[in-house]
């Protein structure tokens, strides 16, 4: 099939929208992905046909909910290169599933024991390690980043130690687009017997991993970054790993018997799954990974290749810009500063245009701190974007450029 970036687009109906008067140029795909019609008709269709709480079992639409959800499991599973299904843990998206996973090693870690992450991390992939840590003190070390926006693999070995039980890092850093050596660093911390969780959030719509070539302990992502809805992900965990790590909340659906002296806990995944799901999502999540399958991932990236390094190259002509991030090997991320103006008064201009970017410090303040600036201005593209918009892009910020200097 050839890629019609046109015709893709008519599968997604937010893009026909007027924003401040003019066509919407979306470009905060960095943040969220636009929901194509196929998505939000399967939950539209759960909510009008057999909207119904799932293993209860007893009653038909229970029934065909519970199925639907667990096809949207196996298709997980699949798409992913996972063993086996109950390794697919849902979650309410990567910061629920982190946050599980951090507190599960609340009860393995101890003193002397250090924790690596990359100096490249979303907020949401510090914080809770940084929780962890007070509560086990055990010690949280990172892996350095150069100028370019890579991480600095020397210092990453000499990082490595039998201390090292734990590194946490994304496969694509959603603030710069750098795409880390994952193979490299899980290989290497192995070596030393430590386990390492991948952030996919940034890359999932992007890369599709072999979680079991790869090797990896923890994988985690969520949907709304990959044409899914907001509010559900996943946490992949090796089996043996998930068998180890103790549930993060109780509650229904968790447990195999309660009494009040004691509770006995449900097996692989509803151990990690207390309370009513997000079940809608779940099911639309399936269907997502579908309809950019049928695309196909490396036509994805193919097309979106190309942008990125047309967009680079148009914005590099403009005097005064500056990109951050500059790695050979990146998805289309490009974070942006105007020389001396500020990235949220560039944002506000470009939003008069209907152009969508994000300004700020894109929850990765350290990276932010690292090249000694508040902010920048992120455009970040998706299949459904075209040469056109980035022409418009580079219009608008020559146009802000031109008011605000
Ligand atoms: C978006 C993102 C997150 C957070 O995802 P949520 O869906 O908000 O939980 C974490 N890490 C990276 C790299 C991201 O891009």
């Known amino acids: 099939m050839s890629f019609d970036v046109q015709k893709i687009r008519e599968d997604f109906p937010i893009l026909k929208r007027k924003v401040n008067g003019h066509p919407l140029v979306y470009l905060d795909n960095a943040a969220t992905s636009q929901k194509p019609q196929a998505v939000i008709d399967c939950m539209v269709d759960y909510y009008s046909n057999y909207n119904a709480n799932i ?45 599980l996973v951090a507190n599960g090693f609340s ?28 509560r086990t ?32 890092l994304n496969h694509v850093s959603n603030a710069l687009g750098t795409i880390n050596p994952i193979e490299e660093i899980i290989n290497k911390a192995h070596k030393v017997g430590a386990a390492v969780l991948i952030d996919g959030a940034q890359s999932c719509a992007h890369i599709k991993p072999n979680l079991k070539a790869l090797d990896v302990d923890f994988y985690v992502t969520s949907a709304h970054k990959m044409c899914g809805p907001t509010g559900v992900g996943i946490l992949y965990g090796k089996k043996e790993w998930l068998e180890k790590l103790p ?46 399958n049928e695309i196909g991932f490396q036509e994805i990236a193919t097309y979106e290749d190309g ?45 008069k245009l209907g152009i969508a970017v994000r300004t700020g410090h894109h929850c990765a303040q350290p990276i932010m701190d690292y090249y000694k600036i508040p902010g920048t201005v992120r455009a970040s593209f998706s299949f459904y974007n075209t040469k056109e918009e980035v022409d418009k892009l580079v219009e608008a910020v020559k146009r802000a450029k031109m008011m605000l200097s």
């Open 307 to 351: 942008l990125l390094s047309y967009a680079t190259s148009e914005l590099l002509k403009i005097e005064g810009l500056k990109i951050y991030g500059t790695s050979k090997n990146k998805t289309s991320v490009i974070s942006f500063n105007l020389d001396g103006i500020h990235p949220y008064d560039v944002g506000t201009i470009v939003d």
């Open 247 to 292: 549930p993060y909340q109780g509650g229904g659906e968790m447990i195999k018997e309660v009494t009040f002296e004691k509770t006995t806990y449900a097996g692989l995944p509803h151990k990690f799954e207390a309370g009513t799901p997000n079940i809608a999502g779940g099911i639309a999540f399936g269907v997502a990974i579908d309809y950019l």
């Open 55 to 99: 293993h209860r079992w007893v009653h038909t639409l229970s029934q065909e909910a519970t199925d639907a959800y667990e096809v949207a499991r196996k298709k997980i599973q699949n798409h992913f290169g996972i063993i086996h299904p109950e390794e697919v843990i849902f979650t309410s998206g990567t910061t629920h599933a982190i946050n």
């Open 107 to 134: 009860s393995i870690l101890k003193k002397g024991d250090e924790v690596l992450v990359s100096a490249m991390e979303h907020h949401s992939n510090i914080v809770p390690w940084q929780m962890l840590c007070e």
């Open 137 to 168: 003190d055990a010690t949280l070390k990172v892996i350095p980043m150069n100028e370019t926006g890579e991480l600095v693999m020397e210092d990453f070995e000499k990082l490595l130690s039998e201390n090292t039980k734990l590194v946490f």
